[in-house]
């Protein structure tokens, strides 16, 4: 709690009037925050958007843009909206101040700014910005760029919809004999780099993945945000994870340790997209047959011997230069026709 | 009754947060500012542009009342509150004795920079 508004935190002042920029400054710094300042709004729109601050102290009459028309920016900008804003200011009029708050400000400081005052509140706004990029960490570790975006737009708004889109479900093979065989920090160990990888291949394809249990994920392209060819992607991805699979097993045979399998399903159509849970916590998934087809191409990849599964409508959209084998139809869990399945192979590029 | 023409609580508490040596420069930075916001008050009335006029006025309020200058504040704040809209001619009045306790404020601030 001592470290609360540190030394460290990056501030921005904004004001037209020099005096008081000159004021806020040094009563800033002598509390050990390194400031910045502009002379208006748009000067410090442009800064904001250059380097990160960690609080903003802005006026509202301002010439060329003034302090409201900054709050509207600020709330509109994904990137900035998280950025606390102390409004101070000498308007009159409760009026004002209400409207600041609706716009979004922190907190209202009347001119002159009381010292102690001043540090109060920039202490409790940099300690609630803290808690908040915590959070905001914890969604971009667990979800992705988009999910996360797609988040903050909606403000979690729970719901669904329909998309068309591939989803692929991946896990890795015997990995419970593999778990009781070694300490359980190798494992953990062994995880954090497998899924680092596997992120890395899904996310430069455009997937985004939603689920992890255990050794298993599932990731989606083309939902939350709309992927061209994302049967294509998704293949592409797979194929990747497959490669750096291979080069992660050459790294670990040298290390003395067993090699890892990995069995990768994808299947494409609609489903129904959006967030389940409750208010409190929900996570962004898929719904719907094309899910369960996924899901069950990728238990078959053991029976197959094979290493990617992919279904009719997914193979359809790959380009000729893919290498398919045609497995002909299978039967499938929870489906009454036998389903066509087919085999990507690897060692080339899709 | 007669308000001091800088209140030497505030002036005084200033001092204390901010250090008497920056309050020096702080009060020189006001004085070169300071015609500027009065020059334009009483251009941006001649012109018409109520924008500017009540900027001018808001800027003079703020800066009166962090030096402890309160009567210079109030007629500040008066003028940012009716802005440009009553009579030019009244409003004209109203600027001379601005400027006047703006030298009464200037001097005041000058001498307590340098004590």
Same mark, same amino acid.
């Given at each position: 709690?001592?470290?609360?508004? +540190? ?7 904004? &004001? ?221 991805? +797979? ?100 389903? &066509? ?8 590029? $899709? | 009754?007669?308000? $001091? ?10 001092? +204390? ?22 020059? &334009? ?14 900027? +001018? ?11 402890? $200058? ?22 004209? $009045? ?22």
């Amino acid at each position: 709690m001592a470290e609360l508004g +540190a030394p460290g935190s990056r501030l921005l002042v904004v &004001d037209d009037n020099k005096v008081n920029r000159l004021l806020l400054t040094r009563s800033l710094e002598l509390q050990g925050h390194r400031v910045a300042t502009a002379e208006n709004g748009r000067v410090a729109l442009e800064m904001m958007r250059k380097d990160p601050f960690d609080l903003v102290l802005l006026d509202m009459e301002m010439p060329e843009m003034d302090g409201f028309q900054v709050l509207e920016q600020i709330f509109k900008d994904p990137v900035l909206r998280g950025l606390p804003v102390i409004v101070t200011s000498s308007l009159e009029g409760v009026d004002s101040v209400v409207r600041c708050v609706e716009l979004g400000a922190e907190d209202y400081l009347p001119k002159p700014v009381n010292p102690v005052l001043l540090k109060a509140r920039i202490g409790a706004s940099l300690e609630k910005k803290r808690l908040q990029d915590q959070l905001k960490e914890m969604v971009r570790r667990f979800a992705t760029p988009e999910v996360a975006q797609d988040l903050q737009t909606s403000g979690f708004a729970l719901g669904g919809k329909r998309v068309y889109a591939s989803v692929m479900f991946s896990d890795i093979r015997g990995f419970t004999p593999l778990v009781e065989s070694q300490p359980p920090e190798e494992t953990i160990d062994l995880l954090n780099t497998y899924y680092t990888l596997m992120f890395d291949a899904i996310s430069s394809h455009g997937g985004v993945v939603n689920q992890m249990i255990g050794d298993g994920l599932m990731a989606i392209f083309g939902a939350p945000l709309p992927l061209p060819d994302h049967e294509a992607c998704a293949v592409r991805a +797979a194929l990747e994870m497959i490669e750096l699979v291979g080069m992660f097993n050459a790294e670990r045979a040298a290390a003395g340790k067993p090699e890892i399998r990995i069995g990768i399903g994808i299947a494409s159509g609609e489903m129904v997209a959006g967030y389940a849970g409750t208010s409190k916590r929900a996570t962004y998934t898929c719904i719907g047959d094309t899910v369960n087809l996924a899901a069950r191409l990728e238990t078959h990849t053991k029976t197959a011997g094979r290493a990617i599964l992919v279904d009719g409508a997914t193979r359809a959209k790959l380009p000729e230069r893919v290498a398919i084998e045609a497995l002909g139809p299978v039967e499938i869990k929870g489906k009454a026709n036998a389903v &066509d399945v087919f085999s990507v192979n690897l060692g080339q590029s $899709a | 009754m007669t308000q $001091a023409t800088i209140d030497q609580t505030t002036f005084n508490e200033l001092k +204390a947060t901010a250090g008497a040596d920056f309050v020096s420069e702080l009060v020189g930075t006001f004085l070169a500012e300071a015609p500027a916001m009065l020059a &334009d008050l009483r251009s941006a009335l001649a012109a018409g542009d109520a924008d500017r006029f009540r900027r +001018a006025a808001h800027s003079l309020k703020s800066n009166s009342n962090t030096f402890g $200058a309160l009567t210079l504040g109030a007629l500040a704040k008066n003028l940012e509150l009716t802005g440009i809209a009553p009579a030019a001619a009244a409003k004209g $009045a109203t600027l001379d004795s601005l400027d006047a306790e703006y030298a009464r404020v200037a001097t005041a601030l000058k001498e307590l920079a340098r004590g």
